[in-house]
């Protein structure tokens, strides 16, 4: 192979000198299978032909890339990227474990300074901003005050690691989401380096870092465990996928958005099932698509299941990265590359894909998603009649049918009696709260103002997340509705907390340009940062009143944001009910008030004649929208903004950070701490064990996510992270967000298992809480797995279907490990979640099909035994389980391995992969 590669290494003439490539053109004329693989698939090839050492990439990884299965197989792809991508909640505790893998070394006498990304890594500071302030011209400079005053030691730490790493950058708080950054700015299509002109290829610490394949680029979220070993230059190993076809055909109706046409396309391939798999999006609809529309599509996958959603790189592609004020020179480097070298669309490509989805989008309509699933899609004139069975299938409600409550809302029931001055009184004004048990409502009355929330009642409504705000005709489509509201001199509802957070300061300015950000600040969408804010559940505090309605009323309020999750207890722990939607539908449902309400027929709202508006009245012509882009949209704006995006405002500017070698541990820090994985750590891993006698901690069922497993969001004073905090004297109020504290291993670790919502089968109470056997005493994850730990009791976890799916939350791993578990049984994973288990050492098992916890009569009371691992272990391999239960009953059974090639048992061999870096280092 290696003479081959030689053979097959050319060079290509640029502006910029002569650079070599490998010529998959050439390699096709040996191996003529490599002209109908998929795009992602020769973009692997490439990346595997490129680094073959004989050794991590070996024959067979490209002898079987080359006779890809279409079908799938179990053989083994290894990928080393060009970049890797952070965002800062997975950045900070990333950073502070090369930090300590740089301290230990430094301990170990070793030169620290050759502890460096290996790789260049990007990290843009954009989960911190939380939305306290809103709905005022001084919200966004609060929310920054305020970001800087909670985030202050988890900044020092970036900004020492900007300075103290090579091959690490950092984009400071304020400048924008890191994925609608990458779309903008970082991705080059093809790289130059070295000599060398190869394909853009990256992971991610976001798990929507796939919104990056709609410029062409491949590109898929990772836990910071695994972005952690690529950045250190640890290829990535996974199985070789599938490869769906997503076949577009038709155009976008008129009054359609690109934010329905990816609801449909989350529905379709959820329903398809592309867990695991790439898919490639191709046919003749990719002609009217601009990259932001593929952006708002890719940004999805995780909310499919599938790695990539990849589009392959044409004349639109070239286009947008004209229109975002990529240089000349690199536009004719991404043309002549892959013009040369089969990776430009031309459509007339003859592929061989696993399966083909065909999407017609002509036929699509307005709709949202929800009440706590991305694929939950529901027409927006469905939602009405839709609504009871939602409150009575979701929350066990039936109160009243339609059109009982549409004569509520008729009589005046929602709405009255409005007054602007509330907007000027006190968020602490004295209130009353007056319960109605029959309507499910609550009446407010604040000074001059009364009004009614009930079910349904919308108490946020949010332009967030790069899924969108990535996409100026949606973003400048919601400005028109706005501008339209104000003409009609109608208003949003006063109790739904509106927010705008853009990906970028590029969509503030091209708002300002068409003069509509006056239009949504006179609505109260007021810009409140720049970051992912409601989407990841920075949604902030409800206004006082209104959380003390929903508390007493016991409301199932809604929130609807432009963004792309909505599970369960994510966006604010006392909404039920959330609405992905587009960023001009989230205006249209904040005017109405509630999302009972058929959009398409009814009335949003009366003006100040008592006439009926309808979303009619307000929604711009596909025209309307057109000129706006034309006219406030320009490639300067990308200069101006992208020259700056590294030296960041004034507050980072003035930020004084460790300087030094070796990061400066504080042994009072509440943020950040030295992660006890790599303290005293073993030149030789210590052998493998059966695991005897263990306990279940915690017995759970389908679709369990990261959001359950891992810390996020607020957390209380009664729980055991609050508890730790208060015992360090801080105060309620600057408990900041777990995400927040990443850094801080031991306020992480009390959080795993304690989402509010985890249903824990082994216990009686929800969110947090265990049962500790033998003592059949329910107490909390955290303080059951203390008092297993004084035991040397380890522990197991039983769990459904899609365990793990949802971001790729490293610390639903790391926190997983430090509470003692030391094996998942699941009936299946979600692919990010299971390579962070492998990633910490955790054994990730799965039962065999058709048996689960639940067909095999496991409660979870019993003591699970698992053998076959000291004998040596083998990717895929079956091991056998034996559970006792408190009468001496035995159920025995297998499971299969799901480590899935040679370096993972590596991997866990050494405790997990940055232990094993460590040790190479060490060795050297």
Not at 41 to 69: C, M, P, S
Not at 583 to 598: E, H, K, Q, S, T
Not at 636 to 659: C, M, N, R, S
Not at 877 to 885: F, M, R, S, T
Request: hydrophobic share 35%.
């Amino acid at each position: 192979m290696k003479e081959t590669i030689q053979k097959i290494t050319k060079t290509l003439k640029t502006a910029n000198g002569d650079l070599k490539y490998i010529s998959l053109k050439d390699f096709a004329e040996e191996y003529p299978k490599v002209k109908k693989l998929p795009f992602s698939i020769k973009i692997l090839l490439e990346n595997a032909l490129r680094n073959y050492d004989g050794f991590l990439v070996e024959d067979q990884h490209i002898t079987d890339l080359v006779n890809w299965n279409p079908k799938g197989s179990k053989s083994s792809v290894p990928y080393k990227p060009a970049r890797v991508l952070m965002q800062d909640f997975t950045g900070v505790p990333a950073v502070v474990d090369i930090a300590a893998i740089r301290s230990e070394a430094i301990r170990k006498g070793k030169d620290g300074a050759k502890i460096n990304p290996k790789v260049p890594v990007d990290l843009i500071i954009d989960h911190s901003v939380q939305v306290d302030f809103f709905g005022t011209d001084y919200a966004y400079k609060k929310n920054v005050e305020y970001e800087y005053k909670r985030n202050k030691e988890r900044y020092e730490v970036l900004k020492w690691a900007q300075n103290a790493f090579e091959n690490f950058t950092v984009v400071p708080p304020g400048m924008g989401i890191c994925h609608q950054v990458n779309l903008e700015y970082l991705a080059k299509g093809v790289v130059n380096r070295d000599g060398w002109a190869f394909p853009d290829t990256l992971v991610g610490t976001d798990s929507h870092t796939p919104m990056v394949n709609g410029i062409g680029v491949v590109g898929w979220g990772v836990g910071g465990i695994d972005a952690e070993a690529a950045l250190l230059g640890q290829p990535i190993y996974f199985s070789a996928p599938k490869v769906i076809g997503l076949k577009l055909e038709g155009k976008l109706p008129e009054g359609i958005t690109s934010t329905d046409m990816v609801l449909e396309i989350t529905k379709v391939l959820r329903d398809y099932g592309v867990v695991g798999d790439f898919v490639e999006v191709f046919g003749d609809g990719l002609d009217y698509l601009s990259v932001p529309d593929r952006g708002t599509i890719s940004n999805m996958s995780p909310e499919f299941g599938c790695t990539v959603t990849y589009f392959p790189i044409d004349d639109q592609t070239i286009r947008y990265m004209e229109q975002t004020n990529r240089d000349q020179d690199q536009l004719d480097l991404v043309q002549d590359y892959c013009k040369n070298n089969l990776l430009w669309r031309t459509g007339e490509e003859d592929i061989k894909y696993s399966d083909v989805v065909t999407v017609n989008l002509d036929d699509l309509e307005p709709s949202v998603s929800g009440p706590k699933l991305p694929q939950q899609k529901i027409l927006a004139k469905d939602l009405k009649s839709k609504f009871t069975d939602i409150l009575k299938e979701a929350h066990g409600r039936d109160y009243l049918s339609p059109k009982k409550r549409e004569t509520w809302y008729s009589e005046g029931g929602s709405g009255t009696k409005f007054n602007k001055q509330f907007r000027e009184q006190e968020v602490d004004a004295e209130i009353s709260v007056e319960k109605d048990d029959v309507l499910h409502s609550v009446n407010i009355s604040q000074g001059n103002e009364q009004y009614s929330l009930s079910d349904g009642s919308i108490v946020v409504a949010a332009i967030t997340s790069c899924t969108n705000t990535s996409n100026p005709s949606v973003m400048l489509g919601a400005g028109l509705v706005a501008r339209k509201a104000i003409q009609k001199g109608i208003d949003v509802k006063p109790w739904v907390k509106t927010s705008l957070a853009p990906g970028s300061k590029v969509v503030t300015n091209y708002l300002k340009r068409a003069g509509l950000l006056e239009d949504l600040e006179a609505l109260r969408f007021h810009v409140v940062g720049y970051g992912c804010t409601t989407c990841i559940g920075n949604s902030g505090p409800l206004p006082p009143h209104i959380d003390k309605a929903v508390d007493e009323g016991e409301l199932i309020v809604a929130s609807v944001l432009s963004g792309n999750r909505n599970f369960e207890a994510r966006i604010h722990n006392k909404i039920e009910m959330n609405f992905l939607a587009s960023p001009m539908l989230v205006v249209a449902y904040a005017i109405a008030g509630r999302v009972d309400i058929n959009l398409m027929e009814d009335p949003l709202t009366k003006d100040a004649n008592g006439k009926n508006v309808y979303l009619k009245d307000l929604w711009p012509t596909q025209d309307e929208i057109q000129k706006a882009i034309e006219s406030a949209t320009s490639k300067e704006d990308y200069a101006k903004e992208y020259e700056v995006i590294f030296d960041g405002e004034e507050q980072w500017q003035k930020l004084e950070a460790p300087t030094g070698l070796d990061y400066e541990w504080k042994d009072d820090s509440t943020y950040i701490k030295e992660i006890p994985f790599f303290k005293d750590i073993s030149e030789e891993p210590e052998q493998l064990k059966n695991i005897e006698n263990a306990r279940v901690l915690i017995k759970v069922g389908d679709s369990v996510t990261t959001d359950h497993i891992s810390p996020a969001g607020l957390f209380s004073e009664d729980s055991d992270a609050g508890k730790y905090l208060q015992s360090k004297s801080i105060e309620k109020k600057m408990f900041n967000s777990y995400g927040s504290r990443r850094g801080n291993h031991e306020v992480m670790m009390r959080g795993t298992f304690a989402n509010v919502r985890i249903n824990n089968q082994i216990a009686n109470k929800k969110g947090g809480y265990t049962t500790y056997f033998p003592d059949d005493e329910e107490t909390t994850v955290y303080d059951a797995a203390m008092r297993y730990k004084e035991s040397e009791t380890p522990l197991v976890v039983l769990a459904g279907t899609q365990y793990g799916s949802g971001s790729s939350r490293d610390w639903a791993a790391k926190g997983t490990i430090l509470l003692g578990v030391k094996a998942v049984i699941a009936a299946s994973y979600e692919r990010i979640h299971r390579s962070n288990l492998v990633g910490m050492g955790v054994l990730p098992l799965k039962f065999k099909d058709g048996e689960n916890a639940d067909t095999l009569e496991l409660t979870g009371k019993e003591t699970i035994s698992i053998k076959g691992i000291e004998a040596g272990l083998e990717p895929g391999q079956e091991l056998d389980v034996v559970a006792e239960n408190e009468d001496g009953k035995k159920t025995e059974f297998k499971v299969i391995l799901r480590l899935d090639s040679k370096i993972e048992v590596e991997y866990v061999k050494h405790g997990g992969i940055l232990q094993y870096v460590l040790r190479q280092f060490l060795d050297e």
